[in-house]
């Protein structure tokens, strides 16, 4: 004789274990690892923000205490999803975000080619003294 399933899964996502390299998730039948070195985010996170995941749909993760979304497929291959971050402060604010340049995260920095004459409309209160 066969048991019936008790109830539904609750919990249809779950971090089952983190270590100093990363953490995996258990997604329904599939577990998943999430390494910090292709997932930054979550490097310095602490124990409960890694483990407060939601999945609002099929091939969709969200940390809320993270403010981190992931597509499912970005874990199963981080390859494929190269890490890009926007910064839309030096294209004139957050409404300019789909004006903003991007860049590769893993690139080296570059010198600021820059100089404080190109500042020289900023008021002298606002300016940054070092």
Known sequence: MKSAALGKNTSPVEVSNISPHGFWLLLGDEELFVPFSEFPWFREA????????????????YWPELDVDLAVASIRNPKAFPLRVVSSVSQGGIDDWDKAASF??????????????DYADVPAQLRVRG
Not at 47 to 59: D, G
Not at 104 to 117: F, I
Request: proline share 7%; glycine share 4%.
């Open 46 to 61: 602490n124990v409960r923000q890694i483990s407060r995941v939601e999945l609002p749909t099929t091939h969709h993760l």
């Open 104 to 117: 590769d995260v893993g690139a080296a920095p570059r010198r600021s080619t820059s100089s404080l004459d």
